[in-house]
């Protein structure tokens, strides 16, 4: 007789974010299906914001009640601890904005199938009121639900899970952006044949990885690990290839080639989404496996994320220089970012109570660099030339001019990029570097001069890539506009509410950091559950 299968345990008030946010995407789907086409859209809406609102305010229940679980939930799969709770109140503000600037009419293409420039694109388009596709607002939703998941997973096949979840919606949503159709259909099926082969490289290391371990979960392989050869092959090359594809997601060089044909391709709602979204999520897996899976293994994985990271702030800071349009250099921008949040990575203490104080940088960084991302972004759809927005940096010549208040709000984001006193982006830069030195003077710790090195680096780095954001800045305020320049598009409710909120946090943690270093330091506290 077979043994009868023990019933999963599922702690449902503990995922309950995860699953109204999964839960308002499955409804999404059914109201594409029955709705009729005219009430889609007034359904959808309020569906999107109000589940990811609620889904908010259960995070800060948990968070106020002191509800942070000292065990991982679902069977051990889900870690929804002290960061996992920062990471997802993040996710959730970042996701409620960038839907602000998705629900902007003229974002979105009409008909995706339609061939670009075809009488079959003509006639949907004609028949269009403006809405485009509908199916967006499900597909964000699926996507932010694969963003929670992918930095609380617990066991790597949880995490896998959670990727695809996380990127097949956004393989789509690429593709969909109403105005230059071929070159948003060229960044959809680019992203999803790279992200396509990094999701093969990580399923191939989490393999490799269960062949030394017997297990996936990542407290059973650092268990494992500590018990046995850490020099081991299997656990070696599985390593390398869960590296690749974690480091593909948040376009780390020398896996980065994707980020400027994407950005510029997709809508810039949906990049916006990318950029902060995605980033913020990915950064807290790369902390889950390396800190928490791969701790016994710090001595081997530190000199190559040290390569990596400081390759990824020389590659993304230098070949922004050379960019000539506005939404490619924000993506190199956001290459050298993401070399900076890896100097974090690297500012392990090997200890929970030392890498509080690394931790508490790193949730820092992620929530200010991500609002200042989607305010930039969400001012880039307001400048527009009659074939869409105006990409090219020449169009931006004198625009200080045209529309000073517009243009001196982007320039402050650009300044908050660039780490300038008194703005957001400067207090996150110091708190990364520093606890970057102050790992560094752990003792016995042979990486000390070269976390030191590192730091010099991302110093340097910062400098020459405020040579690119101080020369919009100068473009837009000292050049004179051209007479065909271009026009700025009257603001909705929406995307005024995105621009002042990102303006406001940006500029009130540059002055008051303590509000936002105070929250990160209580999460950091209630360290990965091990």
């Given amino acids: 007789m077979n043994p009868a299968i023990e019933a999963p345990t599922i702690e449902y008030g503990t995922l309950a974010p995860l699953l109204i946010v999964f839960g308002a995407a499955c409804i999404g789907v059914l109201v594409e299906a029955f709705a009729p086409r005219y009430l889609r859209k007034s359904i959808h809406v309020p569906l999107t914001l109000l589940s990811l609102a609620g889904a908010f305010a259960l995070v800060l229940v948990q968070t106020l009640r002191g509800q942070v679980s000292t065990t991982a939930s679902a069977m051990g799969a889900v870690a929804v601890d002290g960061p996992s709770l920062f990471i997802w109140g993040i996710i959730l503000i970042l996701s409620f904005v960038c839907v602000l600037l998705i629900n902007d009419e003229g974002q979105f293409v009409a008909s995706a199938a339609a061939v670009p420039g075809s009488a079959d694109e003509e006639e949907a388009e004609a028949h269009d009121n403006g809405t485009g596709h509908t199916e967006v607002y499900p597909l964000v939703l699926f996507a932010v639900g694969g963003m929670l998941l992918f930095p609380a997973a617990h ?24 105005r230059r159709r071929l070159l948003s259909q060229e960044a959809s099926m680019k992203y999803f044949l790279l992200g396509a082969f990094s999701s093969a490289f990580f399923l191939y ?7 030394f371990a017997g297990t996936v979960s990542l407290p059973g392989i650092n268990q494992a690990m500590a ?45 916006a989404l990318m950029a902060s979204g995605t980033l913020v999520a990915a950064v807290g897996a790369v902390l889950r496996v390396f800190w928490v899976g791969l701790g016994n293994l710090d001595w081997e994985w530190r000199p190559v994320i040290w390569g990596v990271a400081a390759l990824t702030m020389i590659v993304g800071s230098i070949l922004a220089i050379t960019q000539t349009e506005i939404k490619r250099m924000l993506a190199y921008s956001s290459i050298a970012h993401a070399g900076f949040l890896l100097v974090g990575v690297m500012a392990t203490f090997g200890t929970p109570q030392g890498n509080a104080g690394s931790l508490k940088a790193i949730l820092f960084y ?12 969400a001012v880039l759809t307001l400048v527009r030339d009659p074939g869409g927005e105006a990409g090219h940096l020449s169009r931006w010549a004198g625009l200080g001019k045209r529309a000073p208040v517009l ?11 660039a780490g300038i006193p008194l703005t957001s982006g400067f207090m996150g830069k110091y708190a990364i570097f520093t606890a970057a030195l102050n790992s560094g003077t752990q003792p016995g710790d042979s990486m000390g001069g070269w976390m030191a090195g590192l730091v010099v680096v991302g110093v340097v780095a910062s400098a020459v890539a405020a040579f690119f954001y101080v020369r919009v800045i100068v473009l837009m305020f000292f050049n004179e506009p051209a007479a065909d320049g271009p026009a700025i598009a009257a603001p909705s409710m929406g995307t005024v509410a995105v621009i002042a909120v990102s303006l406001l946090v940006t500029v009130g943690v540059g002055l008051y950091p303590e509000s936002v270093l105070g929250v990160a330091n209580d999460a950091a506290s209630s360290l990965f559950i091990r």
């Fill in 155 to 178: 066991d790597l096949l949880m995490m896998f899970v959670a990727l695809e979840v996380m990127s097949l919606p956004l393989y789509l949503l690429c593709g969909l952006a109403r």
């Fill in 205 to 211: 290391g989490t393999a490799m990885i269960y062949g």
């Fill in 227 to 271: 018990a046995g050869n850490t020099l081991d092959p299997l656990l070696l090359i599985g390593f390398a290839m869960l590296g690749v594809g974690l480091l593909f997601k948040i376009g780390a060089a020398p896996f980065q080639a994707w980020k400027p044909d994407v950005y510029q391709g997709a809508p810039t709602p949906i990049t």
């Fill in 366 to 377: 992620l929530a200010v660099y991500g609002i200042t991302t989607v305010g930039a972004f």
């Fill in 407 to 417: 243009s001196g709000v982007f320039a402050f984001f650009l300044l908050a990029f």
